[in-house]
């Protein structure tokens, strides 16, 4: 009788071990820890004829800094549409704000823009909150 409880008895510990393991190979287990926004983007008087020098605050409300953070940054004509837009990374330390320069572009014709970043735009990061990822700018003018 005294090895059927312990037969069972290491069952169960392996299928508890087995439990946790699965929950945290797919995330279940682990709790957010980073929570990642853009609170603004700045971007200079623009000519047709020089390049665009825009930079953007990104925030880390979260209690774990990140590195190699993906974010698609997007240049949008006046209907919308992109006209521009690359793949960048950043890093964002824990609690607090991060100056990002954005690359250059150059030889945007006159006109009304806006600029639009996804932070974690592949979704790597569990965050507290997924909704407050994407910031699109006010209107600025190329002329």
């Known amino acids: 009788m005294a090895t059927n409880q312990k037969t069972f008895a290491l069952i169960a510990v392996l299928v508890v071990i087995a439990s946790f393991g699965a929950s945290y190979i797919t995330g279940n287990a ?6 990642f926004s ?3 983007v700045s971007v200079p ?7 665009i020098e825009a930079t953007a605050l990104m925030h880390n409300a979260g209690t774990v800094s990140a590195s190699f ?5 997007d240049i949008l004509g006046s209907q919308g549409s992109v006209v521009f837009g690359t793949n960048e990374m950043a890093t964002l330390f824990a609690g607090q704000d991060t100056k990002i320069a954005l690359p250059k ?3 945007l014709p006159a006109g009304k823009y806006n ?10 990061f569990d ?7 994407i910031f699109v700018s006010e209107a600025f003018v190329v002329t």
Do not use: C
């Open 105 to 107: 572009i150059g030889g």
């Open 69 to 73: 953070i993906l974010y698609q940054y």
């Open 38 to 40: 853009v609170t603004s």
């Open 127 to 133: 965050e507290l909150d997924e909704t407050n990822n």
């Open 45 to 51: 008087p623009a000519r047709s004829d020089s390049p």
């Open 30 to 35: 682990t709790a957010s820890t980073t929570d």
């Open 115 to 124: 600029v639009r970043i996804t932070l974690d735009y592949n979704e790597r």
